[in-house]
């Protein structure tokens, strides 16, 4: 049983995620707010804004055998709408709150056999698409703390890898969801034809997490109906 970290657990993919890995694992969930889904005697949750909050309040396993860092955000506007402010806050929490748990859990990580980090990219990091400059700037810089921490850690054995999802069925992607006509519109921008689903996200995770992906650092998955590398 492995000792797994995730952040932002209280919904969406990082919900998705504590469902399939407190199956076989031991959980500490963090998250802003608490769900009662995450009843389970392997799951241990706390609620913490991961910005705002003192990780050293929580008594971390000695041994941590892996880290899923899952809030992020999709801020979208036209650039001349998108403050200073707004980039500030987009890089906070997709890269600073990853940046701060991970120094926090280092210790632990080095102690694990086969510690693995699992960071949350998007489709529109490698894509260009319009209104997406904030949040794929940040994408774009978890992608490269991504690979820059699994060679950094490659000598601990510590694998570091990005899922990068298209529109997924979350709280996070609501808005652009919110109408049958906008749930067809965004299902058809997508080669396979449908948007996707926390769970489908989350197996990833739990896959790079496993001991099958023990050879696989420094990637960034494209978890996306084909959107980011086919053109029909
Ligand atoms: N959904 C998509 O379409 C999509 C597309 C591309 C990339 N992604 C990326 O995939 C990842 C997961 O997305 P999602 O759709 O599952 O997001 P979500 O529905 O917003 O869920 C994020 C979770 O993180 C928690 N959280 C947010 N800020 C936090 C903070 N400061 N401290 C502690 N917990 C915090 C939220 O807590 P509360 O419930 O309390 O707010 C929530 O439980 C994100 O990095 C996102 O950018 C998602």
């Known amino acids: 049983m492995k000792n797994i ?3 932002g657990c209280g919904r969406g993919i990082g919900l998705a995620a504590a469902k399939i890995l407190s199956e076989e694992h031991h959980i500490i969930g963090i998250s802003k707010t608490g769900n009662p889904e995450l009843n389970h005697p392997n799951i241990e949750f706390h609620v913490m804004d991961i910005l705002s909050g003192n990780p050293d309040e929580i008594a971390f396993p000695e041994v ?5 860092y899952a809030p992020g955000s999709i801020n979208l506007k036209p650039f001349n709408r998108l403050s ?3 980039f500030k806050n987009d890089f906070e929490i997709n890269v600073l709150g990853a940046v701060k748990i991970i120094q926090k859990l280092l210790p632990n990580l080095k102690k694990s056999e086969s510690a693995s ?8 990091a490698k894509l260009g698409m319009p209104f997406h400059a904030s949040v794929s700037a940040s994408k774009n810089a978890v992608e490269g703390l991504t690979k820059s921490l ?10 570091v890898n990005a899922i990068a999802p298209s529109l997924t069925d979350t709280q996070l992607a609501a808005q652009l969801l919110s109408t049958p006509e ?5 299902a058809k921008r997508h080669p396979l034809q449908r948007t996707g689903n ?10 790079l997490i496993s001991d099958h992906a023990s050879w696989i ?16």
């Open 5 to 7: 970290v995730i952040i």
């Open 64 to 68: 941590v055998d892996g880290l899923v």
């Open 84 to 86: 200073v402010e707004n």
């Open 117 to 124: 980090v699992v960071l949350f990219s998007s489709v529109a």
């Open 150 to 159: 699994a060679a950094e850690f490659s000598a601990q054995k510590i694998r």
């Open 182 to 186: 906008k749930r067809e519109a965004s």
């Open 198 to 207: 926390p769970e489908e996200i989350a197996a990833m995770a739990a896959f």
């Open 217 to 232: 650092t420094g990637q960034v998955f494209g978890i996306d109906g084909g959107m980011g590398s086919v053109k029909l």
